[in-house]
């Protein structure tokens, strides 16, 4: 019999990486997409099979983590062995502008799905993965942050995900359920959403040396992230819930980078030397040299031109737009416990999920504008 996996967020960056790996290991994979005026299936688009076929190991079915009776009705309908809780409105800055709804889709909706699962008792056969987040360590309390290290959320957000992860210890602690979060460390890929600060950089890098955007605005450049990538994260999910007992577990890479030297080192990639001069607001980063070799290898030579013609130039300013009412300013995991009870390890450095990132952003980029010179109308 295969096992029948449920998953919120299917339609995001990790959900299409677990869907993948879960139907790779012989799920059934049944996925909650909300409601959009356009489909929206981008990331998952090469594992969905037509609905009229009888052999399908990917279905999806409308919902929304703000309506009970309809997650209620598809749990009940699917009686799933483990359901993966990805569905959140998942961006910090966004959650200044939207508090209540970001609470009601991420804390509430997190209780909904726990409540549904004992009101149909399913609470001995349905396992559940919460996605809890370094976020809730904020203004960290002790650095590396482990599991043991106390929560200060600094934003709606990581106040709404506080919620979901103690309600998720609750009804474990309460009705026995087999609920176990993953505090999961920041984790890019390139299906990562294109405002978050990683695929913000790699795409604009793309369009400035493919010659259709001249400049990246950037928010708070002395910030640092622990990255990894998302491929290696969903792994560690997957794990979280084949363990013995439910439990909670720091997912990370044990590396911290700022922001400023991501971008330093992804323009690097492509032979592309940046300067960085100024302060707070009147930062910028100038291109002072060009490796035009590498440039060749990675870009062509057929833009070569176009980024010439950059040298000396700032492409890097500061937009106070992007400055957050709170930052959290240092997130350093340490995912000994993980490594040492899940055997969990990452496979990917920072820079192969740069290559990666910047790999595709100029594929897609160069098609764009493909497509854009020859699309009619
Ligand atoms: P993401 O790309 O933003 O995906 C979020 C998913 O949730 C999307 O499928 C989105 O649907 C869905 N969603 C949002 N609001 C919903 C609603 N009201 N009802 C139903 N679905 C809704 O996020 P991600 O990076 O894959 O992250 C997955 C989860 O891990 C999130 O809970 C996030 O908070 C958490 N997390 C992420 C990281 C990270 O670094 N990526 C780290 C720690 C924790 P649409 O496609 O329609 O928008
Ligand atoms: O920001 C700074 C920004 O939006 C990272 C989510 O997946 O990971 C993510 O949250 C840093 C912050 O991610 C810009 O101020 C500077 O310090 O990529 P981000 P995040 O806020 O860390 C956690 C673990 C989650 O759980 C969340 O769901 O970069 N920054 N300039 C900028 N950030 C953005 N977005 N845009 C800028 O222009």
Not at 13 to 28: H, P, R
Not at 51 to 72: A, E, K
Not at 103 to 122: C, D, F, H, Q, Y
């Amino acid at each position: 019999m295969n096992k029948i996996a449920l998953i919120t967020g299917i339609t995001g960056q990790d959900g299409a990486y677990l869907s993948e790996l879960l139907i790779k290991k012989g799920y059934i994979v049944h996925g909650i997409k909300r409601r959009s005026s356009l489909l929206n299936t981008n990331r998952i688009d090469h594992l969905y099979k037509d609905p009229n076929q009888f052999d399908r190991n990917l279905v999806l079915h409308y919902g929304d983590m703000t309506d009970s009776i309809n997650l209620t009705r598809i749990i009940s309908k699917i009686q799933p062995d483990e359901i993966y809780n990805l569905a959140a409105q998942s961006h910090v800055k966004v959650s200044f502008d939207t508090p209540e709804y970001t609470a009601n889709v991420n804390g509430l909706g997190t209780l909904r799905i726990l409540e549904s699962i004992r009101l149909l008792k399913l609470t001995n056969k349905t396992r559940i993965y919460q996605a809890s987040t370094s976020e809730l360590y904020g203004l960290a309390q002790e650095t590396p942050q482990k599991e043991t290290t106390p929560f200060y959320p600094r934003s709606p957000y990581a106040a709404s995900k506080l919620y979901a992860y103690w309600i998720t210890i609750n009804y474990r602690e309460a009705y026995n359920m087999f609920a176990c979060n993953g505090i999961l460390f920041n984790h890019e890929s390139p299906f990562r959403g294109e405002t978050f600060v990683t695929r913000k950089i790699t795409q604009a890098l793309s369009r400035i040396v493919l010659g259709i955007q001249n400049e990246l605005y950037m928010g708070n450049l002395s910030s640092k992230r622990d990255w990894g990538h998302a491929k290696d994260y969903v792994q560690a999910m997957y794990l979280i819930l084949q363990q013995d007992k439910p439990d909670d577990y720091v997912i990370a890479t044990g590396i911290a980078t700022t922001i400023r030297d991501f971008i330093l080192k992804t323009f690097k990639k492509i032979g592309i030397n940046l300067l960085f001069k100024g302060k707070g607001i009147n930062e910028t980063g100038m291109i002072i040299d060009l490796d035009e070799d590498i440039f060749i290898t990675k870009v062509g030579e057929l833009y070569l031109d176009i980024i010439r013609k950059k040298i000396g130039l700032d492409v890097i300013k500061i937009n106070s737009t992007y400055f957050r009412p709170t930052e959290v300013e240092l997130l350093l995991g340490d995912a000994t416990k993980a490594y040492n009870k899940l055997l969990w390890k990452p496979h990917y450095t920072l820079d192969m999920l740069i290559d990666d990132m910047i790999t595709k952003d100029l594929e897609e980029t160069k098609r764009y504008i493909k497509t854009r010179h020859t699309k009619q109308y």
